[in-house]
C-alpha cells in the first residue's frame, strides 16, 4: 500500500508564517517566524513532497498582499506548490498560477458563482484545480470560512463529481488547529460516497492517527494537510516516518 502524502501547511497573514484557531484569523494567530519563504525551505530540506499555502489575508480580504511571497516560494523550491487564498474568479485564478504553483484551492465561487467555476475548471483541468470542502457542523461554510451556506458536505462533493472534479480538500473547521484530533469519519464519508480523491486537513496531533489516515488509502483518503502538529513538534518520531517517506517515494 502507498503511504500517505504528509504535506505541511505554511498559513501566511500580513507576509508572516502565523497558525490560526479554525482557519479564522480574528479567532486566534500564532505566528511560527517571519518568513514563509524561509519555511518553504525548511519544509523541502526536511523531505516535504508538497507545500499546501494558505493566504489568509486572500480568503478574508480578497488581498493580493501576499502575492510576492507566493512567487518567492515558488521559485525556491523544486516540489508542487498547492495555494488556497481566496481565488473567485478567472483573473485571480490566471494570476496565481503565472506564479508557478501546480495547484489552486478553491471554494467560494463554486457556491457564488458555478458557471466561473465551471470555466476555471475547464481551463485549467482537474489535476490542477481542488475544491475545498470547509465544514460546520455538517454544513459547508465560505468567504474566509465566516458565512454559512445551508449545504452538506455529500451533497455539494456529489454535484462537484458531476463537473469533472477529481480531488476535494475536507476540513472539519472545528478541528482545524486546534490539536483536538481528526473527523476522519467526515473525509472518510466524502471518499466513499464520490470515489473521488480526498485530502483530510484539520485536528491531526500525533503519528498515531496519520496511521488511522492511512488506512483510508483503499477507499480514497491518500494525503493529509498537516500544520500546527509540525510546527510544534508533537510528532515524537516525526523524524522516523520522514525518513520512511523518503523511503517509499524513492
Request: some cysteine; glycine content about 8%.
Amino acid at each position: 500500500m502507498p503511504f500517505l502524502l504528509i504535506i505541511p501547511s505554511i498559513d501566511i497573514k500580513y507576509g508572516t508564517t502565523v497558525r490560526v484557531v479554525q482557519g479564522i484569523p480574528e479567532l486566534n494567530c500564532t505566528e511560527y517566524g517571519n518568513d514563509p519563504v524561509e519555511m518553504a525551505r525548511i519544509w523541502r530540506a526536511e523531505n516535504a513532497k508538497m507545500l499546501h499555502v494558505v493566504d489568509f489575508d486572500g480568503f478574508s480580504l480578497h488581498s493580493d498582499r501576499n502575492y510576492e511571497t507566493l512567487k518567492q516560494i515558488c521559485s525556491s523550491v523544486i516540489i508542487p506548490v498547492e495555494y488556497a487564498g481566496g481565488i473567485r474568479n478567472m483573473e485571480d485564478a490566471d494570476k496565481v498560477f503565472s506564479f508557478g504553483i501546480s495547484r489552486a484551492v478553491i471554494s467560494t465561487v463554486v457556491i457564488d458563482d458555478w458557471d466561473e467555476y465551471c470555466r476555471i475548471l475547464e481551463k485549467y483541468g482537474s489535476k490542477k484545480i481542488v475544491v475545498a470542502l470547509d465544514v460546520v457542523d455538517n454544513e459547508l461554510v465560505i468567504r474566509g470560512r465566516k458565512v454559512k451556506t445551508g449545504i452538506h458536505p455529500l451533497e455539494m462533493a456529489a454535484r462537484l463529481k458531476s463537473s469533472g472534479i477529481e480531488r476535494l480538500i475536507v476540513t472539519d473547521v472545528k478541528r482545524n488547529g486546534m490539536l483536538s484530533g481528526p473527523n476522519i469519519e467526515l473525509s472518510r464519508q466524502v471518499a466513499e460516497s464520490t470515489g473521488l480523491r480526498v485530502t483530510h486537513s484539520g485536528g491531526i496531533r500525533n503519528k498515531d492517527e496519520l496511521m488511522d489516515l492511512q488506512n483510508l488509502i483503499p477507499v480514497g483518503v491518500d494525503s493529509v494537510i498537516v500544520g500546527r502538529a509540525l510546527y510544534e513538534n508533537r510528532f515524537p518520531c516525526q523524524k522516523l516516518w520522514r525518513v520512511a517517506e523518503k523511503e517509499i517515494f524513492s
